[in-house]
């Protein structure tokens, strides 16, 4: 279905360079970066342009705008979001989501990669001495930093920080007008190579359930789209909260399969269960 088409990359922030080899090797696409494509008009990490739709919305903009600008039926693109894990709480997160859309055959397949495995972070800084262990806690240099005189004034702001001497000179002329300056990690891809990695592993994702094709139509994508709970206690028998059933779904026909004990158990351990543990 894929072989030897050519496939845009809907990026400004080098995603490409973990993307694409990816895709070459397992699709035997021909991956291209648009030229001059501004991704950064529907929104920018640092706040010059809000995001005004959620992450899905989004990434099936950016991944469309491409494809119709540069004539080509299919396309790959990906979103991320930063902020508190959804569960574990006081814990960052880095939320990346990526998709592919085929025109030609009338796909679209989301694979989404939710990961702690991130340096997102920001302070007040009033201290050359508080700079430096700012920057040692989120892997300077390797990852960039902006500065600027508070999270929503962006007047003086300078992006894409990677040297100290750049990092330093621009902290000391904040601290002579504000007295402090606001530092923030640059979340771009290409200035953060442990986001980078998170896209990296949502692209494994999206590979996989590209591979996963339905038993009926035999069209790429079929994967879970709901879970059912109801392992039973190992010791009463009881239906516990825990994980029976996954259930998958074509895109395309709507054929569905339900696949029990998928995560290789029949029953549950005791201490999850309402009755034998209330």
């Given at each position: 279905m894929?072989?030897?088409?050519?496939?845009?990359?809907?990026?400004?922030?080098s995603k490409e360079q973990v993307i694409a080899p990816l895709l070459e090797k397992h699709l035997h696409v021909k991956c291209f970066v648009p030229e001059n494509f501004d991704t950064d008009k529907l929104g920018t990490f640092s706040g010059e342009i809000?995001?005004?739709?959620?992450?899905?919305?989004?990434?099936?903009n950016?991944?469309?705008?491409?494809?119709e600008q540069y004539n080509c039926d299919l396309g790959i693109a990906s979103e991320g979001s930063f902020g508190a894990h959804p569960t574990l709480f006081f814990v960052p997160a880095d939320d990346e989501f990526v998709m592919l859309i085929d025109k030609k055959n009338g796909l679209e397949i989301v694979a989404r990669e939710l990961s702690t495995l991130t340096n997102f972070s920001a302070e007040f800084i009033s201290t050359e001495k508080e700079l430096k262990a700012f920057a040692e806690k989120i892997n300077f240099p390797s990852h960039g930093l902006i500065i600027k005189k508070s999270e929503k004034e962006l007047g003086e702001m300078q992006k894409g920080i990677t040297d100290w001497n750049t990092l330093n000179s621009a902290f000391q002329s904040m601290l002579r007008q504000n007295g402090k300056a606001y530092v923030e990690t640059d979340m771009r891809a290409m200035m953060n190579p442990t986001r980078m990695s998170v896209i990296e592993k949502a692209t494994e994702k999206l590979i996989e359930k590209i591979k996963s094709t339905c038993p009926q139509c035999n069209t790429?994508?079929?994967?879970?789209?709901d879970s059912k709970a109801g392992l039973p206690c190992e010791n009463c028998g009881f239906p516990t909260k825990s994980t029976l059933s996954y259930l998958y779904q074509c895109a395309k026909c709507s054929f569905t399969k339900e696949e029990k004990f998928p995560k290789q158990k029949t029953v549950e351990d005791p201490m999850y269960c309402d009755i034998c543990n209330p």
């Open positions: 894929f072989e030897g088409r050519k496939i845009i990359i809907s990026t400004k922030h809000e995001r005004e739709h959620d992450p899905i919305t989004t990434l099936r950016k991944c469309l705008m491409a494809m790429p994508g079929f994967s879970i789209t």
